[in-house]
């Protein structure tokens, strides 16, 4: 990168803890003349600046000579800090070098101060800018070609000009040699010569950047890992929920067929509580619930013996009694699973055959006691059982059956949910509708059928 400069002891450079310079200047004696001044500062400082050639303000001279002698003893004790004194004019686009150690000559392979502007413009291939003056907030800008580069140089030196201070991180390229520089600079004005001082140092801050880059990037890619672990989980969450619906869906099916000639029985259940329930209010979620839940109402009549289930003909009451264990056989199916769908499945199951007044069965509750999704189940499992035909009996009308449903308004069912079944009839007959045209057709539901 760029070699340290060689320690020298202070008191080698200046006896006493001070150089002649430093005293005369300390002393405020005069010079014989600009002359003096600039022949001192070339034999001792190599100087080959301009302010002291010009002719400007004794205070601008007097500054530079101090902050010259100073930045020379900081550089000669072998500190990894580079000091430099830069200059401009005020209003103008050229940086020129008033003071360089051999620590920049060096990182930028320049012998003379006036080429370093020059090489410090080509070598630089990126710079953050971050300002402290205004607020703590770190600003930071990558500058990406040359001439965002010069455009962030004027605005960093107007910047210091306004502040009294600049500060600033280069990125260097040093003939491939990638290093970071951080540079601070005092930046002080002088109208009287037109004339801009920048007293800087530069430190570098290489392993500082790359660590911050490192952790920038593993940031980004913990950032990215935990995204695709996200996205993971919802596909893996999807794929269950899928393979769930199309058990339950399976399950459904064998108890269907052996009751149910068409099969479209449930595919209208799902879609009439789904109308009853978003007009209750249920949430989309809820309502998404009762949708694949309802179907699985009569799970339980797997366990019923198929001389009972499939009998042509009246039951007696004991054959009646065995009928009513599928409610029961139903929530002992569903009972131990662990998701929503299947807790909804299993009340609807339990009591879609209970009634508003506390006549139904298996355990005669009434009124709010019975599960919601168990209210408006049992209604619309009467209302499609009336409304098609069974191996029993012929489909009724319509009309029929509405008036049978609020008929039994109060007793039978859930006031409320006959209100709203009412108030949504259109809805619910125009599914009837669209069923009893696909029966006709006879088309049989598949699994993904709604
Ligand atoms: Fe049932
Ligand atoms: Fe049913």
Redesign the pocket.
């Known amino acids: 990168m760029f070699h340290k400069p060689k320690v020298t002891p202070l008191s080698q450079i200046a006896p006493g803890g001070r150089c002649c310079m430093q005293r005369r200047l300390k002393t405020g004696r005069r010079m014989s003349g600009k002359t003096d001044l600039l022949s001192l500062f070339k034999k001792n400082y190599a100087y080959n600046g301009r302010i002291l050639r010009d002719s400007n303000s004794r205070a601008l001279k007097k500054r530079l000579a101090k902050a010259i002698v100073h930045m020379d003893a900081l550089e000669k004790i072998g500190t990894p800090i580079i000091p430099y004194i830069a200059a401009w004019r005020i209003g103008g686009r050229d940086i020129w070098y008033e003071y360089t150690g051999a620590g920049l000559k060096k990182m930028l392979n320049c012998r003379a101060g006036d080429m370093l502007a020059e090489a410090f413009r080509n070598n630089l291939s990126r710079q953050y800018l971050y300002r402290k003056q205004v607020d703590s907030t770190l600003v930071s800008k990558r500058v990406l070609n040359k001439k965002q580069v010069e455009q962030a140089r004027r605005y960093l030196r107007k910047l210091g000009e306004k502040s009294g201070k600049s500060e600033a991180i280069y990125q260097i390229d040093n003939g491939g040699d990638t290093f970071w520089m951080k540079d601070i600079a005092l930046i002080e004005s002088y109208p009287e010569s037109e004339v801009v001082l920048s007293l800087g140092t530069l430190i570098d801050v290489t392993n500082e950047i790359r660590l911050e880059e490192t952790l920038a990037e593993t940031k980004d890619q913990l950032e990215k890992h935990k995204l695709s672990l996200e996205n993971m989980l919802v596909k893996r969450t999807a794929e269950l929920h899928d393979a769930q619906l199309e058990v339950v869906t399976r399950l459904v099916q064998a108890a269907e067929f052996r009751d149910d000639q068409t099969g479209w ?1 449930n595919k209208r ?1 799902s879609r009439y509580v789904s109308i009853i329930g978003k007009a209750y209010g249920l949430t989309k979620g809820a309502n998404w619930l009762l949708y694949n839940a309802v179907p699985m ?2 799970i339980g009549k797997v366990g019923i013996p198929d001389a009972i289930l499939l009998k042509q003909g009246p039951l007696t009451p004991e054959e009646r009694d065995i009928i009513k264990t599928h409610c029961r056989l139903g929530h002992e199916l569903l009972d131990g699973g662990k998701s929503q769908l299947l807790e909804i499945a299993k009340a609807i199951a339990l009591t879609h055959h209970e009634q508003w007044d506390g006549s139904g069965y298996p355990a005669g509750i009434s009124g709010a006691d019975i599960p919601l999704a168990g209210r408006i189940a049992a209604i619309c ?1 009467v209302f ?2 009336l409304t098609t035909e069974r191996p029993y009996k012929e489909a009724w009308p319509l009309a029929d059956a509405v008036a049978e449903i609020r008929r039994l308004r109060g007793t039978k069912f859930d006031p409320k949910v006959v209100d709203i079944f009412e108030e949504n009839l259109v809805m619910i007959q125009r599914i009837h509708r669209e069923y009893l045209e696909k029966e006709r057709d006879g088309i049989r539901p598949a699994s993904s059928d709604t």
Do not use: C, I, S
Request: aromatic share 0%.
């Open positions: 029985h259940l109402h009569d499992d499609d059982a």
